[in-house]
Protein backbone atom coordinates (compact mmCIF):
# COMPACT_ATOMS: atom_id res chain seq x y z
CA UNK A 1 0.00 0.00 0.00
CA UNK A 2 1.72 3.29 -1.35
CA UNK A 3 1.53 6.44 1.58
CA UNK A 4 1.90 9.90 -0.08
CA UNK A 5 2.18 12.95 1.74
CA UNK A 6 -0.20 14.38 -1.13
CA UNK A 7 -2.49 13.40 -3.91
CA UNK A 8 -2.71 16.20 -6.25
CA UNK A 9 -5.81 16.05 -8.83
CA UNK A 10 -4.88 18.02 -11.62
CA UNK A 11 -1.46 17.49 -13.68
CA UNK A 12 -2.23 21.25 -15.39
CA UNK A 13 0.10 24.43 -14.52
CA UNK A 14 -1.18 24.66 -10.82
CA UNK A 15 -0.90 21.26 -10.05
CA UNK A 16 2.59 20.76 -11.74
CA UNK A 17 3.49 23.98 -9.35
CA UNK A 18 2.78 22.52 -6.15
CA UNK A 19 3.89 18.87 -6.84
CA UNK A 20 7.48 20.77 -7.99
CA UNK A 21 7.55 23.28 -4.88
CA UNK A 22 6.46 20.14 -2.53
CA UNK A 23 8.78 17.38 -3.89
CA UNK A 24 11.99 20.07 -3.12
CA UNK A 25 10.20 20.46 0.68
CA UNK A 26 10.60 16.40 0.59
CA UNK A 27 7.05 15.52 0.30
CA UNK A 28 5.73 12.65 -1.70
CA UNK A 29 3.18 13.76 -4.54
CA UNK A 30 1.02 10.78 -6.39
CA UNK A 31 -0.15 13.58 -9.09
CA UNK A 32 -3.31 12.67 -11.50
CA UNK A 33 -5.30 13.21 -14.14
CA UNK A 34 -8.40 12.18 -16.05
CA UNK A 35 -7.07 13.22 -19.42
CA UNK A 36 -4.80 10.88 -21.29
CA UNK A 37 -1.64 13.47 -21.64
CA UNK A 38 -0.32 16.08 -18.60
CA UNK A 39 -0.19 19.56 -18.27
CA UNK A 40 -4.10 20.28 -18.52
CA UNK A 41 -5.17 23.30 -20.88
CA UNK A 42 -1.55 24.11 -21.56
CA UNK A 43 -0.75 21.10 -23.62
CA UNK A 44 0.71 21.71 -26.95
CA UNK A 45 1.57 18.26 -28.96
CA UNK A 46 3.90 17.79 -31.97
CA UNK A 47 2.17 17.57 -35.04
CA UNK A 48 4.31 17.55 -38.37
CA UNK A 49 6.70 19.50 -36.50
CA UNK A 50 4.41 22.08 -35.43
CA UNK A 51 3.52 22.47 -31.72
CA UNK A 52 -0.24 22.68 -31.66
CA UNK A 53 -1.70 24.40 -28.91
CA UNK A 54 -4.64 21.37 -28.12
CA UNK A 55 -6.46 24.03 -26.02
CA UNK A 56 -6.84 26.98 -27.37
CA UNK A 57 -3.94 29.71 -28.12
CA UNK A 58 -1.50 30.40 -24.86
CA UNK A 59 0.60 33.22 -25.02
CA UNK A 60 2.79 33.72 -21.69
CA UNK A 61 2.34 37.37 -20.62
CA UNK A 62 3.08 38.67 -16.92
CA UNK A 63 4.83 42.00 -15.29
CA UNK A 64 6.21 40.11 -12.23
CA UNK A 65 9.56 39.49 -12.98
CA UNK A 66 9.92 36.90 -10.22
CA UNK A 67 7.43 34.74 -11.92
CA UNK A 68 8.93 35.45 -15.25
CA UNK A 69 12.40 34.31 -14.20
CA UNK A 70 10.40 31.30 -12.39
CA UNK A 71 8.69 29.61 -16.05
CA UNK A 72 12.20 30.66 -17.79
CA UNK A 73 13.42 27.71 -15.17
CA UNK A 74 11.51 24.99 -17.59
CA UNK A 75 11.98 26.63 -20.88
CA UNK A 76 13.73 29.41 -23.29
CA UNK A 77 10.91 31.65 -24.24
CA UNK A 78 10.96 33.11 -27.70
CA UNK A 79 10.34 36.73 -28.41
CA UNK A 80 6.98 36.11 -29.52
CA UNK A 81 4.49 39.62 -29.80
CA UNK A 82 1.24 38.99 -29.62
CA UNK A 83 -0.91 40.99 -32.58
CA UNK A 84 -3.75 39.87 -33.10
CA UNK A 85 -5.96 40.61 -36.61
CA UNK A 86 -9.40 41.20 -36.63
CA UNK A 87 -11.11 40.22 -39.66
CA UNK A 88 -14.83 41.55 -40.52
CA UNK A 89 -16.04 40.86 -44.13
CA UNK A 90 -13.61 42.19 -46.74
CA UNK A 91 -11.93 44.12 -43.90
CA UNK A 92 -8.64 43.56 -41.89
CA UNK A 93 -8.17 45.21 -38.82
CA UNK A 94 -5.17 45.72 -36.38
CA UNK A 95 -6.17 44.93 -32.80
CA UNK A 96 -6.24 46.25 -30.35
CA UNK A 97 -7.97 49.27 -31.15
CA UNK A 98 -5.07 51.21 -31.92
CA UNK A 99 -3.81 54.13 -34.73
CA UNK A 100 -2.79 51.44 -36.98
CA UNK A 101 -6.95 50.11 -36.67
CA UNK A 102 -8.24 53.55 -36.81
CA UNK A 103 -6.16 54.95 -39.56
CA UNK A 104 -7.28 51.71 -41.82
CA UNK A 105 -11.24 52.21 -40.70
CA UNK A 106 -11.15 56.57 -41.22
CA UNK A 107 -8.15 56.87 -43.64
CA UNK A 108 -6.66 59.42 -41.30
CA UNK A 109 -3.07 59.65 -39.82
CA UNK A 110 -3.00 61.32 -36.41
CA UNK A 111 -4.33 60.62 -32.83
CA UNK A 112 -5.76 64.11 -33.20
CA UNK A 113 -7.95 62.66 -36.44
CA UNK A 114 -8.62 59.58 -34.33
CA UNK A 115 -9.64 61.28 -31.26
CA UNK A 116 -11.89 63.71 -33.07
CA UNK A 117 -13.95 60.77 -34.63
CA UNK A 118 -14.35 58.58 -31.71
CA UNK A 119 -15.29 61.85 -30.01
CA UNK A 120 -18.16 62.32 -32.64
CA UNK A 121 -19.31 59.11 -32.85
CA UNK A 122 -19.49 58.56 -29.06
CA UNK A 123 -21.66 61.92 -28.44
CA UNK A 124 -23.95 60.72 -31.27
CA UNK A 125 -24.31 57.18 -29.41
CA UNK A 126 -25.15 58.86 -26.26
CA UNK A 127 -27.16 61.31 -27.91
CA UNK A 128 -29.37 58.67 -29.11
CA UNK A 129 -29.30 56.82 -26.38
CA UNK A 130 -30.40 59.74 -24.32
CA UNK A 131 -33.16 60.29 -26.50
CA UNK A 132 -34.38 56.69 -26.33
CA UNK A 133 -34.45 56.21 -22.51
CA UNK A 134 -35.68 60.29 -21.81
CA UNK A 135 -32.54 60.45 -19.67
CA UNK A 136 -29.93 63.70 -20.10
CA UNK A 137 -26.47 62.66 -20.82
CA UNK A 138 -25.56 62.90 -16.84
CA UNK A 139 -28.26 61.22 -16.28
CA UNK A 140 -27.41 57.96 -18.86
CA UNK A 141 -26.46 54.52 -17.68
CA UNK A 142 -25.46 51.97 -19.67
CA UNK A 143 -28.13 49.30 -19.08
CA UNK A 144 -26.79 46.67 -21.31
CA UNK A 145 -23.08 46.04 -22.54
CA UNK A 146 -24.38 47.22 -26.13
CA UNK A 147 -25.39 50.58 -24.60
CA UNK A 148 -22.05 50.48 -22.89
CA UNK A 149 -20.25 50.11 -26.13
CA UNK A 150 -21.19 52.58 -27.93
CA UNK A 151 -21.07 54.89 -25.40
CA UNK A 152 -17.14 54.20 -24.86
CA UNK A 153 -16.66 53.53 -28.60
CA UNK A 154 -19.17 54.84 -30.94
CA UNK A 155 -21.11 53.16 -33.86
CA UNK A 156 -17.93 52.28 -36.00
CA UNK A 157 -15.64 50.20 -33.47
CA UNK A 158 -18.78 48.94 -31.78
CA UNK A 159 -20.52 47.33 -35.05
CA UNK A 160 -17.50 46.00 -36.86
CA UNK A 161 -15.03 44.86 -34.36
CA UNK A 162 -16.96 44.29 -30.96
CA UNK A 163 -20.61 43.01 -31.43
CA UNK A 164 -20.30 40.38 -33.60
CA UNK A 165 -17.59 38.60 -31.52
CA UNK A 166 -18.89 39.20 -28.54
CA UNK A 167 -22.03 37.70 -29.27
CA UNK A 168 -20.49 34.93 -30.35
CA UNK A 169 -18.23 34.63 -27.51
CA UNK A 170 -21.35 34.77 -24.87
CA UNK A 171 -23.99 33.02 -27.42
CA UNK A 172 -26.61 35.80 -26.59
CA UNK A 173 -27.21 39.58 -28.24
CA UNK A 174 -25.04 42.26 -26.27
CA UNK A 175 -28.85 43.98 -25.77
CA UNK A 176 -28.91 41.08 -23.32
CA UNK A 177 -25.47 41.36 -21.81
CA UNK A 178 -24.21 42.76 -18.81
CA UNK A 179 -22.56 46.20 -18.94
CA UNK A 180 -20.05 45.68 -16.42
CA UNK A 181 -18.13 43.14 -19.01
CA UNK A 182 -17.33 46.28 -20.78
CA UNK A 183 -15.53 48.74 -18.01
CA UNK A 184 -13.13 50.46 -20.27
CA UNK A 185 -11.86 50.22 -24.18
CA UNK A 186 -8.65 49.79 -24.61
CA UNK A 187 -7.87 52.79 -26.86
CA UNK A 188 -4.32 53.20 -28.14
CA UNK A 189 -3.58 56.53 -29.93
CA UNK A 190 0.23 54.89 -30.67
CA UNK A 191 0.90 52.82 -33.73
CA UNK A 192 1.43 49.73 -31.56
CA UNK A 193 -0.37 46.20 -32.37
CA UNK A 194 1.26 44.45 -29.39
CA UNK A 195 -1.97 43.29 -27.77
CA UNK A 196 -0.92 43.07 -23.90
CA UNK A 197 0.82 45.85 -22.22
CA UNK A 198 2.71 43.58 -19.90
CA UNK A 199 6.99 43.99 -19.50
CA UNK A 200 7.73 40.24 -20.43
CA UNK A 201 5.69 38.33 -23.01
CA UNK A 202 7.07 34.81 -25.10
CA UNK A 203 5.70 31.18 -26.28
CA UNK A 204 8.32 28.63 -24.81
CA UNK A 205 10.21 27.12 -27.62
CA UNK A 206 9.25 23.49 -27.80
CA UNK A 207 5.69 23.96 -26.73
CA UNK A 208 4.70 23.84 -22.99
CA UNK A 209 4.21 20.55 -22.30
CA UNK A 210 7.90 20.54 -21.26
CA UNK A 211 7.19 22.75 -18.46
CA UNK A 212 5.34 20.19 -16.94
CA UNK A 213 6.95 17.58 -17.80
CA UNK A 214 10.21 19.06 -16.47
CA UNK A 215 8.13 20.28 -12.94
CA UNK A 216 6.86 16.46 -12.52
CA UNK A 217 10.25 15.05 -13.46
CA UNK A 218 10.54 12.46 -10.34
CA UNK A 219 7.40 12.57 -9.35
CA UNK A 220 4.81 10.20 -10.15
CA UNK A 221 2.34 10.69 -12.60
CA UNK A 222 -0.84 9.03 -13.23
CA UNK A 223 -2.88 9.66 -16.47
CA UNK A 224 -6.35 8.57 -16.99
CA UNK A 225 -7.09 8.41 -13.22
CA UNK A 226 -10.53 9.90 -12.30
CA UNK A 227 -10.18 11.60 -8.75
CA UNK A 228 -14.25 10.48 -8.56
CA UNK A 229 -13.21 6.66 -9.60
CA UNK A 230 -10.73 5.99 -7.44
CA UNK A 231 -11.53 8.01 -4.76
CA UNK A 232 -14.96 8.18 -4.57
CA UNK A 233 -16.81 9.62 -1.31
CA UNK A 234 -19.43 7.11 -1.08
CA UNK A 235 -16.71 4.16 -2.07
CA UNK A 236 -15.32 1.63 0.29
CA UNK A 237 -12.26 2.77 1.14
CA UNK A 238 -9.05 0.93 2.45
CA UNK A 239 -9.21 0.03 6.23
CA UNK A 240 -5.82 0.11 7.87
CA UNK A 241 -5.06 -3.83 8.21
CA UNK A 242 -4.34 -5.17 4.77
CA UNK A 243 -1.06 -5.56 4.01
CA UNK A 244 0.04 -2.13 5.72
CA UNK A 245 2.47 -1.83 8.36
CA UNK A 246 2.01 -0.86 11.55
CA UNK A 247 4.36 1.69 11.53
CA UNK A 248 4.00 2.82 8.42
CA UNK A 249 0.75 4.13 9.61
CA UNK A 250 0.58 4.62 12.93
CA UNK A 251 -2.45 7.04 13.33
CA UNK A 252 -5.47 5.60 12.76
CA UNK A 253 -6.89 8.92 11.13
CA UNK A 254 -5.06 8.62 8.20
CA UNK A 255 -6.97 5.75 6.67
CA UNK A 256 -10.36 7.52 6.82
CA UNK A 257 -12.38 9.29 3.89
CA UNK A 258 -11.67 10.76 1.67
CA UNK A 259 -7.75 9.67 2.51
CA UNK A 260 -7.33 6.95 0.77
CA UNK A 261 -8.60 5.58 -2.30
CA UNK A 262 -8.13 2.47 -4.84
CA UNK A 263 -6.68 3.55 -8.47
CA UNK A 264 -7.81 1.92 -11.32
CA UNK A 265 -5.03 -1.09 -11.47
CA UNK A 266 -5.95 -2.04 -8.22
CA UNK A 267 -3.43 -0.24 -6.04
CA UNK A 268 -4.60 0.82 -2.77
CA UNK A 269 -2.85 4.55 -1.55
CA UNK A 270 -3.06 6.31 1.36
CA UNK A 271 -2.47 10.26 1.80
CA UNK A 272 -2.36 12.85 4.23
CA UNK A 273 -3.68 15.69 1.82
CA UNK A 274 -5.48 16.53 -1.31
CA UNK A 275 -4.77 19.28 -3.89
CA UNK A 276 -7.89 19.16 -5.83
CA UNK A 277 -7.66 21.43 -8.95
CA UNK A 278 -10.73 20.08 -10.58
CA UNK A 279 -14.18 21.81 -10.61
CA UNK A 280 -15.01 22.30 -6.91
CA UNK A 281 -18.69 22.21 -7.87
CA UNK A 282 -18.18 18.21 -9.15
CA UNK A 283 -15.79 17.82 -6.03
CA UNK A 284 -19.39 18.44 -4.19
CA UNK A 285 -20.86 16.36 -6.37
CA UNK A 286 -22.82 19.60 -7.71
CA UNK A 287 -24.89 19.90 -3.72
CA UNK A 288 -25.55 23.35 -4.49
CA UNK A 289 -26.10 22.70 -8.23
CA UNK A 290 -23.88 22.89 -11.22
CA UNK A 291 -21.32 25.97 -11.68
CA UNK A 292 -21.69 27.57 -15.21
CA UNK A 293 -18.82 28.25 -17.66
CA UNK A 294 -18.53 28.63 -21.03
CA UNK A 295 -16.50 26.04 -23.47
CA UNK A 296 -14.92 26.31 -26.58
CA UNK A 297 -14.96 23.70 -29.64
CA UNK A 298 -11.69 23.19 -31.60
CA UNK A 299 -11.84 22.26 -35.20
CA UNK A 300 -8.18 21.43 -36.36
CA UNK A 301 -6.90 20.69 -39.21
CA UNK A 302 -3.58 20.34 -41.27
CA UNK A 303 -3.45 22.23 -44.53
CA UNK A 304 -1.08 21.88 -47.71
CA UNK A 305 0.05 25.66 -47.47
CA UNK A 306 3.01 26.78 -45.79
CA UNK A 307 1.54 29.90 -44.55
CA UNK A 308 -2.80 30.29 -44.51
CA UNK A 309 -3.55 33.46 -42.98
CA UNK A 310 0.04 34.73 -42.22
CA UNK A 311 -0.64 35.47 -38.32
CA UNK A 312 -1.33 33.28 -35.14
CA UNK A 313 -4.36 34.84 -34.12
CA UNK A 314 -7.10 36.01 -36.51
CA UNK A 315 -10.46 37.14 -34.86
CA UNK A 316 -13.57 37.19 -37.25
CA UNK A 317 -15.50 39.95 -35.57
CA UNK A 318 -18.74 39.47 -37.69
CA UNK A 319 -21.72 37.40 -36.76
CA UNK A 320 -22.43 35.69 -40.19
CA UNK A 321 -18.68 33.66 -39.57
CA UNK A 322 -19.82 30.93 -37.03
CA UNK A 323 -16.45 30.52 -35.49
CA UNK A 324 -14.70 32.88 -33.08
CA UNK A 325 -10.81 32.80 -34.35
CA UNK A 326 -8.65 30.75 -36.59
CA UNK A 327 -5.29 29.92 -35.15
CA UNK A 328 -2.42 29.06 -36.98
CA UNK A 329 0.20 27.51 -34.67
CA UNK A 330 3.01 27.67 -36.70
CA UNK A 331 3.48 31.46 -36.28
CA UNK A 332 3.65 31.55 -32.36
CA UNK A 333 7.43 29.66 -33.03
CA UNK A 334 8.06 31.57 -36.41
CA UNK A 335 7.67 27.77 -38.11
CA UNK A 336 9.10 27.60 -41.54
CA UNK A 337 7.47 23.99 -41.78
CA UNK A 338 6.42 23.33 -45.70
CA UNK A 339 2.22 22.70 -44.17
CA UNK A 340 0.65 24.57 -41.31
CA UNK A 341 -2.13 23.40 -38.74
CA UNK A 342 -5.05 26.09 -38.31
CA UNK A 343 -7.53 25.61 -35.41
CA UNK A 344 -11.32 27.04 -35.83
CA UNK A 345 -12.53 28.20 -32.38
CA UNK A 346 -16.06 27.90 -31.84
CA UNK A 347 -17.84 29.39 -28.47
CA UNK A 348 -20.13 27.56 -26.66
CA UNK A 349 -22.57 27.26 -23.55
CA UNK A 350 -21.51 24.33 -21.15
CA UNK A 351 -22.79 21.24 -20.00
CA UNK A 352 -21.92 18.69 -18.06
CA UNK A 353 -19.46 16.10 -19.57
CA UNK A 354 -17.86 19.56 -21.92
CA UNK A 355 -14.85 20.54 -21.27
CA UNK A 356 -15.41 23.98 -18.59
CA UNK A 357 -12.92 26.69 -20.00
CA UNK A 358 -13.98 29.98 -18.88
CA UNK A 359 -16.09 30.51 -15.43
CA UNK A 360 -19.01 32.81 -15.58
CA UNK A 361 -18.36 34.84 -12.85
CA UNK A 362 -21.32 37.01 -12.78
CA UNK A 363 -23.45 37.69 -9.02
CA UNK A 364 -25.77 34.33 -9.37
CA UNK A 365 -22.41 31.96 -9.97
CA UNK A 366 -20.53 34.14 -7.49
CA UNK A 367 -22.69 33.17 -4.95
CA UNK A 368 -23.06 30.12 -5.47
CA UNK A 369 -19.15 29.01 -5.55
CA UNK A 370 -18.81 31.34 -1.91
CA UNK A 371 -21.26 28.31 -0.61
CA UNK A 372 -18.69 25.47 -1.92
CA UNK A 373 -16.08 27.66 -1.03
CA UNK A 374 -17.40 27.90 2.58
CA UNK A 375 -17.39 24.08 2.61
CA UNK A 376 -13.86 24.01 1.19
CA UNK A 377 -12.68 26.22 4.02
CA UNK A 378 -14.23 23.73 6.48
CA UNK A 379 -11.85 20.95 5.24
CA UNK A 380 -8.68 20.17 7.22
CA UNK A 381 -6.74 18.26 4.83
CA UNK A 382 -8.61 18.77 1.22
CA UNK A 383 -6.52 22.27 -0.49
CA UNK A 384 -8.60 23.37 -3.57
CA UNK A 385 -6.54 25.31 -6.31
CA UNK A 386 -6.49 26.17 -10.03
CA UNK A 387 -8.94 27.76 -12.46
CA UNK A 388 -11.54 24.84 -11.57
CA UNK A 389 -10.62 24.33 -8.02
CA UNK A 390 -11.21 28.43 -7.29
CA UNK A 391 -13.67 28.97 -10.31
CA UNK A 392 -11.03 32.08 -11.06
CA UNK A 393 -9.91 32.82 -14.72
CA UNK A 394 -6.04 32.60 -14.12
CA UNK A 395 -3.88 33.40 -17.05
CA UNK A 396 -1.17 31.37 -16.63
CA UNK A 397 1.16 33.89 -14.82
CA UNK A 398 -1.57 34.17 -12.03
CA UNK A 399 -2.10 30.37 -12.17
CA UNK A 400 1.77 29.99 -11.28
CA UNK A 401 1.31 32.88 -8.21
CA UNK A 402 -1.19 31.61 -6.58
CA UNK A 403 -0.10 27.89 -6.66
CA UNK A 404 3.18 29.60 -5.07
CA UNK A 405 1.00 31.36 -2.63
CA UNK A 406 -0.43 28.27 -1.62
CA UNK A 407 3.16 26.44 -1.04
CA UNK A 408 3.81 28.96 1.18
CA UNK A 409 0.93 28.93 3.36
CA UNK A 410 0.90 24.83 3.06
CA UNK A 411 4.41 25.24 4.25
CA UNK A 412 4.15 27.74 6.76
CA UNK A 413 6.67 29.78 4.94
C1 LIG B 1 -8.97 28.99 -24.43
C2 LIG B 1 -8.00 29.49 -23.38
C3 LIG B 1 -6.95 30.30 -23.75
C4 LIG B 1 -6.05 30.75 -22.77
N1 LIG B 1 -5.02 31.56 -23.17
C5 LIG B 1 -4.14 32.00 -22.25
C6 LIG B 1 -3.06 32.86 -22.64
O1 LIG B 1 -2.92 33.23 -23.80
N2 LIG B 1 -2.21 33.28 -21.67
C7 LIG B 1 -2.34 32.92 -20.35
O2 LIG B 1 -1.53 33.34 -19.51
N3 LIG B 1 -3.35 32.08 -19.97
C8 LIG B 1 -4.24 31.61 -20.88
N4 LIG B 1 -5.26 30.77 -20.49
C9 LIG B 1 -5.32 30.32 -19.09
C10 LIG B 1 -4.53 29.01 -18.82
O3 LIG B 1 -5.06 27.99 -19.62
C11 LIG B 1 -4.62 28.67 -17.33
O4 LIG B 1 -3.96 29.64 -16.57
C12 LIG B 1 -4.00 27.30 -16.94
O5 LIG B 1 -4.28 26.28 -17.84
C13 LIG B 1 -4.53 26.93 -15.58
O6 LIG B 1 -3.98 25.71 -15.14
P1 LIG B 1 -4.74 24.86 -14.02
O7 LIG B 1 -3.79 23.82 -13.57
O8 LIG B 1 -5.29 25.79 -13.00
O9 LIG B 1 -6.01 24.24 -14.75
P2 LIG B 1 -6.08 23.14 -15.90
O10 LIG B 1 -5.05 23.39 -16.94
O11 LIG B 1 -7.49 23.06 -16.32
O12 LIG B 1 -5.69 21.79 -15.15
C14 LIG B 1 -6.62 21.07 -14.35
C15 LIG B 1 -6.41 19.59 -14.64
O13 LIG B 1 -7.21 18.83 -13.73
C16 LIG B 1 -7.73 17.71 -14.40
N5 LIG B 1 -8.93 17.27 -13.68
C17 LIG B 1 -10.06 17.99 -13.47
N6 LIG B 1 -10.94 17.27 -12.73
C18 LIG B 1 -10.35 16.08 -12.47
C19 LIG B 1 -10.76 14.92 -11.75
N7 LIG B 1 -11.95 14.83 -11.15
N8 LIG B 1 -9.91 13.86 -11.69
C20 LIG B 1 -8.69 13.92 -12.30
N9 LIG B 1 -8.25 15.01 -12.99
C21 LIG B 1 -9.07 16.07 -13.07
C22 LIG B 1 -8.01 18.22 -15.80
O14 LIG B 1 -8.04 17.15 -16.73
C23 LIG B 1 -6.84 19.18 -16.04
O15 LIG B 1 -5.77 18.54 -16.70
C24 LIG B 1 -6.21 30.37 -21.42
C25 LIG B 1 -7.29 29.56 -21.05
C26 LIG B 1 -8.19 29.14 -22.03
C27 LIG B 1 -9.36 28.30 -21.58
Not at 325 to 344: A, M
Request: with cysteine.
Amino acid sequence: MEHYDYLVVGAGLFGATFAYEAKKRGKKCLVIDKRDHIAGNIYTEKISDINVHKYGAHIFHTSDKAIWDYVNQFADFNNYVNSPIAAYKDETYNLPFNMNTFSRMWNIRTPEEAKEIIEKQRREALAELCKKSGKSPEEFEAENLEEQALSLAGKDVYEKLIKGYTEKQWGRPCTELPAFIIKRLPFRFTYDNNYFNDRYQGIPEGGYTQIIEKMLSGIEVKTEEDFFHVVGRDEPLPKKGAGQKEEEFPDDELVINPHGGVLSDGTTILFDSILFTGQIDQYYDYLFGPLQYRSVRFETEELDTDNYQGNAVVNYTEKEVPFTRIIEHKHFEYGKQPTTIISREYSSEWKPGDEPYYPVNNDENNALYAKYESLAMKEDDVLFGGRLGLYKYYDMDKDISAALELVRKEFGE
